[in-house]
């Protein structure tokens, strides 16, 4: 703090609580924000009342407990706000009332209209726990192409968004991809990975004002969780434009660190061209909005994931690798040395390792970068090796364990109980050295809590707990989820920890994580956010000045 001996500093909030945690080691008992800033902690409550003027919100939260706000290494900001705008499927509890929802939709289209939902749903939740079928859609929407994404690798549709899109009987799978199908060949709607792109390509994408408008209202969603920045896992240009609209219009209620997509479906020259066309390198933007860096998929999700091994449920499967070894270590040379940052989905072992590959190439070519320049997504499954090689070669990985709390299930089924008892071993990882940034990767608001919860479980949503030897302690978890993430940002010395000179990014508690049972977290919401000095989220009108 600078203070100018002339004019006194008057803060505009001035913080009582029962306890601060800084993440610095240090708790405190007071702070003190000024414009959208840190600028005085206390170990004492009245330490800071000589700062309070007249203009100054004294708030008494003498029974909340403060910590960073949480950064969300990994999550798709944008399809959550899209969703908004979409058929809700996530609501639906049958198949019946999913395909209702969809006829509905198509009685409210125009002629050849699209029929897009949320992707927020999963057939888990559905009472049949199936897909809904192409014979089903087709009968919901006859005349209207349905496209009903789940998730970022999988989805359903029905005959006439497969006309649209040109797929029949005789379309090979798209690289990357893959179109499910019947003994005849003829396709059953569903489809993967590049698959869901090469129909999706067809789906009028929405309104830049209304996508916009949906940024606001989806950002507020997670403010209200205790979210004060998201890192964008990946959107194409036109969505970092409605992400400028947001940004101007005064929307977002979190800062937002956007992932560029370069789509595998792209040759080495199309990447490359798509690279140098962008004109920026990561970094260009504000507080708010700020380029993170590219964006490439390397693998399938849960399905399509590449593993080492076979799968347990299709011991003819091991799923697919969308990049080449060879062109996409040269579109990420060229990348990087053009000042571009780079996170690579890989879910799957092998992916892993294949990716481990790739960024060692770059690296033998650029020569020793920044840490956090190379970045590996996921993870899911990894070997004492891979995980060596990913600490030697400076490489951060993004860390959710949201994904196994939310498909531990279907991972029993698709990759076996042992590989599933395996995802996202944290304190492996951690024991190796490695740098971690968490996250959630839901696509839909998710509470930090049930995540910092299911860290230091490994508890799950409907798969019970899975490897509690790979759990790690609470104060661990959150560390990963504010300093992690500020490190892989490039903003610890902004975001992360309560100290002065840090952007004022806070949220309030009814009890103290680090000193509660875990048990408790996982259904703990906040009774505040303030982001950027601004109250983002405020339950009980404490914050009021
Ligand atoms: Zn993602």
Redesign the pocket.
Do not use: S, T, V
């Given at each position: 703090m600078t203070r100018e001996p002339a004019e006194p500093l008057r803060l505009d909030y001035l913080i009582k609580a029962w306890a601060i945690h800084s993440m610095t080691g240090r708790t405190y008992r007071s702070v003190g924000l000024r414009g959208a800033e840190v600028v005085a902690v206390s170990a004492e409550p009245d330490g800071l009342d000589d700062l309070a003027g007249g203009g100054t919100a004294v708030v008494d939260a003498g029974d909340l407990t403060l910590l960073p706000a949480f950064a969300d290494s990994?999550?798709?900001l944008k399809e959550a706000s899209a969703n908004m705008l979409l058929v809700p499927v996530d609501k639906a509890r049958s198949v019946a009332e999913f395909t209702g929802m969809v006829a509905d939709a198509a009685r409210h289209a125009g002629p050849g209209g699209w029929v897009l939902t949320s992707m927020g749903w999963h057939e888990s939740n559905l009472a049949e726990n199936r897909l809904p079928t192409l014979a089903e859609l087709d009968a919901a929407a006859p005349d209207h192409p349905v496209l009903a994404r789940r998730g970022?690798h999988l989805a359903v549709t029905n005959s006439a968004a497969l006309r649209t899109a040109g797929v029949g009987a005789g379309t090979p799978d798209p690289p990357g991809g893959g179109i499910g199908r019947l003994a005849d060949g003829s396709p059953t709607g569903v489809l993967e990975g590049g698959a869901v792109y090469q129909v999706a390509a067809f789906a009028p994408p929405p309104d830049r004002v209304e996508l916009a408008t949906a940024l606001g209202t989806g950002s507020a969603a997670y403010a209200a969780l205790g979210v004060g920045t998201i890192r964008e896992?990946?959107i194409n240009l036109d969505e970092l434009l409605a992400y400028q609209d947001a940004r101007d219009r005064g929307l977002l209620a979190v800062r937002v660190r956007p992932m560029i997509r370069v789509g595998n479906e792209l040759s080495a020259e199309q990447a490359i061209a798509l690279i140098r066309g962008l004109g920026a390198r990561s970094g260009l933007g504000d507080d708010w909005l700020r380029i993170w860096g590219l964006k490439f998929v390397m693998d399938g999700g849960v399905e399509g994931g590449a593993l080492e091994q076979p799968y347990a449920d299709d011991p003819a499967q091991s799923g697919h690798l969308n990049w080449d070894v060879t062109a996409m270590t040269r579109v990420c040379t060229e990348g990087v040395r053009r000042g571009w940052r780079i996170g690579t989905?890989a879910a799957g072992d092998r992916a892993v390792r294949t990716l481990l590959e790739v960024y060692e190439g770059v690296v033998a070519q650029t020569g020793d970068l920044p840490p956090w320049t190379l970045v590996i997504?996921?993870a899911l499954l990894s070997d004492p090796a891979q995980r060596e090689r990913a600490v030697r070669g400076g490489f951060g990985v993004t860390v959710q364990h949201a994904l196994l709390w939310n498909m531990g299930s279907e991972m029993l089924l698709t990759w076996g109980p042992d590989r599933t008892r395996r995802v996202n071993p944290l304190d492996q990882w951690l024991a190796a050295g490695a740098s971690l940034a968490a996250g959630t990767?839901m696509?839909r608001p998710f509470n930090p809590m049930t995540n910092v919860w299911g860290m230091a479980t490994r508890g799950t949503k409907s798969a019970g707990i899975q490897g509690p030897e790979h759990a790690i302690d609470v104060a661990a978890a959150l560390r990963l989820y504010t300093q992690g993430t500020a490190d892989m940002l490039g903003e610890a010395h902004r975001l992360g920890s309560i100290t002065p000179g840090k952007l004022a990014d806070l949220v309030a508690y009814p009890l103290d994580p680090l000193a509660a049972d875990p048990a408790d977290l996982a259904s703990l919401t906040p009774v505040f956010t303030i982001v950027g000095g601004r109250p983002s989220y405020d339950r009980d009108k404490r914050l009021t000045r």
């Open positions: 990994h999550e798709h970022g896992a990946m989905h997504e996921h990767d696509a």
